[in-house]
């Protein structure tokens, strides 16, 4: 027995290895555990418990031994696409390393979705890709869920999904197959897999061959897109490197601005301080004079004066000392006024 690095094993025999995939939920690790036997973990939520690629032991089934390879949906998720891509070109290399060919795929659609939605189309354009046109012929297409759907009604989805353009009638066209899995029973899925081997799946080496490709063609375009990505980075970089040069010389002339407007403050504010010490000044000696002048006058009459006259003098007098003393506290406060508004 032969093991890769994936966890898969195969026989030296003739076994016909078929892949099985499919978006997540509809179904593949189910009819995987009905025909062979196995007991992979199946999903019940919308989370995929396939937790990567993993084959079945070879079984027997009309004479044929068969070996089924389950793979995640492009849906995953926990893996992106490129992820699942590369897990499917370490299985195919490995299968070849053991001697062993990939035979045919089967992509399993859920018969009970109201409609191909978005992450439906994704999947099966993914698949289609993958694919390409030459080996379709060794596809088959399998709808699950059937007990979960009015006969009817699912007869009817089954009609638009082979004759629509826009589903499933493209591939049908290039000879794939379509069959129903119509119960979760062992017979059911044996029947499927006894349509598939019936044909013989002659061109397995051409479908191995158009998956390498397909897959090289994903790897180059992600190769070129992740450059191109780059490339974009590194514009961006001297971009972004010439918009902060620009940012730095625009920040340092606005500094030297800034630093001119403080020296022009400075020496405008000093001159203005000049002005003030100096109307202050003049003020004082205007106002002593003006005290001194009428000091003088009052104490000449209050020489002369008689007993009643004397105390309105001295009164006068007192007065007329508050009122220098106030004076410089108003002449300060004028002063200051005349600054800010900038009329002295």
Same mark, same amino acid.
């Given at each position: 027995?032969?093991?890769?690095?994936?966890?898969?094993?195969?026989? @030296?025999?003739?076994?016909?290895?078929? !892949?099985?995939?499919? !978006?997540?939920?509809?179904?593949?690790?189910?009819?995987?555990?009905?025909?062979?036997?196995?007991?992979?973990?199946?999903?019940?939520?919308?989370?995929?418990?396939?937790?990567?690629?993993?084959?079945? @032991?070879?079984?027997?089934?009309?004479? =044929?031994?068969?070996?089924?390879?389950?793979?995640?949906?492009?849906?995953?998720?926990?893996?992106?696409?490129?992820?699942?891509?590369?897990?499917?070109?370490?299985?195919?290399? $490995?299968?070849?390393?053991?001697?062993?060919?990939?035979?045919?795929?089967?992509?399993?659609?859920?018969?009970?979705?109201?409609?191909?939605?978005?992450? *439906?189309?994704?999947?099966?354009?993914?698949?289609?890709?993958?694919?390409?046109?030459?080996?379709?012929?060794?596809?088959?297409?399998?709808?699950?869920?059937? *007990?979960?759907?009015?006969?009817?009604?699912? *007869? *009817?989805?089954?009609?638009?999904?082979?004759?629509?353009?826009?589903? +499933?009638? @493209?591939?049908?066209?290039?000879?794939?197959?379509?069959?129903?899995?119509?119960?979760?029973?062992?017979?059911?899925?044996?029947?499927?897999?006894?349509?598939?081997?019936?044909?013989?799946?002659?061109?397995?080496?051409?479908?191995?061959?158009? +998956?390498?490709?397909?897959?090289?063609?994903?790897?180059?375009?992600?190769?070129? &897109?992740?450059?191109?990505?780059?490339?974009?980075?590194?514009?961006?970089?001297?971009?972004? =490197?010439?918009?902060?040069?620009?940012?730095?010389?625009?920040? =340092?002339?606005?500094?030297?601005?800034?630093?001119?407007?403080?020296? $022009?403050?400075?020496?405008?504010?000093?001159?203005?301080?000049?002005?003030?010490?100096?109307?202050?000044?003049?003020?004082?000696?205007?106002?002593? !004079?003006? =005290?001194?002048?009428?000091?003088?006058?009052?104490?000449?009459?209050?020489?002369?004066?008689?007993?009643?006259?004397? !105390?309105?003098? &001295?009164?006068?007098?007192?007065?007329?000392?508050?009122?220098?003393?106030?004076?410089?506290?108003?002449?300060?406060?004028?002063?200051?006024?005349?600054?800010?508004?900038?009329?002295?």
């Amino acid at each position: 027995m032969q093991s890769s690095p994936l966890g898969l094993e195969f026989r @030296p025999d003739d076994s016909q290895v078929i !892949a099985i995939m499919g !978006a997540t939920g509809t179904g593949k690790t189910s009819f995987v555990n009905k025909a062979s036997g196995c007991n992979f973990r199946v999903g019940q939520s919308l989370e995929s418990c396939t937790p990567g690629i993993q084959a079945t @032991p070879p079984f027997k089934l009309s004479d =044929h031994s068969v070996t089924l390879v389950d793979t995640p949906g492009f849906d995953d998720s926990t893996r992106s696409d490129t992820d699942i891509l590369k897990l499917i070109a370490t299985f195919l290399a $490995k299968t070849y390393e053991s001697g062993k060919k990939l035979t045919g795929v089967i992509y399993i659609h859920r018969i009970s979705d109201n409609r191909m939605g978005g992450i *439906a189309m994704r999947n099966f354009r993914m698949f289609r890709q993958l694919c390409g046109d030459t080996t379709l012929k060794n596809v088959v297409i399998v709808t699950t869920m059937w *007990a979960q759907i009015d006969p009817a009604l699912g *007869a *009817a989805r089954e009609s638009e999904l082979i004759t629509s353009d826009k589903f +499933f009638k @493209p591939v049908l066209d290039k000879g794939a197959q379509i069959v129903r899995h119509e119960a979760d029973t062992v017979a059911s899925a044996h029947a499927v897999l006894k349509r598939k081997i019936s044909r013989r799946l002659r061109r397995g080496e051409e479908l191995n061959r158009e +998956f390498a490709a397909q897959i090289e063609r994903h790897r180059q375009e992600i190769a070129d &897109l992740q450059e191109e990505m780059r490339e974009a980075i590194r514009a961006r970089d001297e971009e972004t =490197h010439k918009e902060l040069e620009e940012e730095a010389a625009r920040l =340092h002339t606005d500094m030297a601005r800034v630093q001119n407007e403080s020296k $022009k403050l400075a020496a405008e504010y000093g001159k203005q301080m000049g002005e003030l010490q100096a109307h202050m000044k003049r003020e004082a000696e205007r106002a002593n !004079a003006e =005290h001194k002048a009428q000091s003088r006058e009052l104490e000449a009459r209050l020489r002369n004066a008689g007993n009643a006259e004397k !105390a309105e003098l &001295l009164s006068q007098l007192k007065e007329l000392q508050r009122r220098k003393e106030m004076g410089f506290i108003g002449h300060l406060g004028l002063a200051l006024s005349s600054l800010l508004s900038g009329k002295l």
